[in-house]
């Protein structure tokens, strides 16, 4: 279950995110709909096959390869994308950003890319998943928390903010002590793995360490049938797009932080008196350590 009757997702994230996983003839199929998504709602499903010199049968393998019952829907979900983009258009401002673009398009195109980061990570995010993850992390006996890089600092934003309710979590950047701590895991132990990509082995190794342990495993991750992915009982996926310029960028940080905040608001709901005592108890701490203004 998604958010979409709030907030549909875009399709073309949904293959975007999907691509580097898909093999040859699917990934024909994808690069073809992302050049021309107005050509593809107009096309027979055997137009299409002609088109990206596959077959009808590798179209509809390419549908239920990015989430999709038939070609009928991959129709209905371009037009509502199209839609969409006609409505708003912000959201025809291209993810490219060019050597001699003025400042007023590199802000049009930062901006943008960061708020469809939130906006289309926060439609097509499975709350089921989300919801089993956090009951998962709120039945833990212990929990580690494994990002490397950029994503380490939604690893650390994760940990930090589970620690304040509660829970007993470890957050863990760097391989070594990463994959010295999952030996240590077990069955009543979460691993948590945050990659952008799905596949930085400083991650995914830690990861499957702890999933050998026994221990549940959650993936936070842009690429549903990455590596990391693959190793999870639960896959919390994101929607990011780079930029020109920003490959790794903050718009995929945001939309890791979408997934962060509601993973850690659901185990505050679950974990009831001990998240609340938690937080009134340390609710003072930083006010003791804030300048008093003069009078």
């Known amino acids: 279950m998604t958010i ?18 898909l093999g040859g003839a699917l990934r024909d199929v994808a690069q073809y ?49 199209l839609g969409r983009a006609t409505v708003n258009p912000a959201l025809n ?34 709350l089921k998943a989300v919801d ?12 580690d928390v494994i990002g490397t890089g950029g994503s380490g600092t939604s690893a650390t934003e994760l940990q930090m903010r ?8 470890w957050v863990w950047t760097e391989n070594h002590l990463a994959e010295t701590s999952a030996y240590l895991l077990g069955s009543d132990d979460v691993a948590v793995g945050v990659s952008h990509t799905g596949s930085t082995r400083e991650t995914v190794e830690p990861m499957a360490i702890a999933r050998d342990q026994g221990a549940t495993t959650i993936a936070i991750t842009n690429r549903a049938r990455s590596p990391l992915a693959k190793l999870a009982d639960h896959v919390l996926t994101t ?8 490959h790794g960028g903050l718009a995929a940080r945001h939309s890791q932080l979408v997934v962060v905040d509601l993973l850690y608001i659901r185990v505050a709901q679950l974990s009831g008196d001990r998240a609340s005592n938690a937080l009134n108890r340390t609710a003072g701490i930083t006010r003791a350590h804030a300048y008093r203004e003069r009078s």
């Open 4 to 21: 979409e009757q709030a907030m549909p997702a875009a399709l073309s994230a949904r293959i975007r995110a999907a691509e580097p996983s």
């Open 33 to 81: 709909i992302l050049a021309d998504l107005p050509g593809t709602m107009h096309a027979s499903i055997g137009d299409l096959a002609q088109a990206s010199g596959t077959s009808p049968a590798t179209i509809t393998r390419f549908c239920r390869a990015i989430g999709l019952e038939s070609y009928r829907e991959l129709k209905l979900a371009i037009a509502e994308e």
């Open 93 to 126: 401002v291209g993810v490219g950003i060019e050597p001699n673009d003025d400042m007023e398009r590199v802000a049009a195109v930062v901006v943008n890319a960061d708020l469809q980061a939130i906006q289309q990570t926060a439609a097509q995010l499975d």
């Open 132 to 143: 089993e993850a956090a009951k998962a992390i709120t039945r833990a006996r212990r929990v």
């Open 162 to 169: 589970l620690h304040r309710i509660g829970c007993p979590v």
């Open 239 to 246: 929607a990011a797009l780079e930029t020109s310029f920003r």
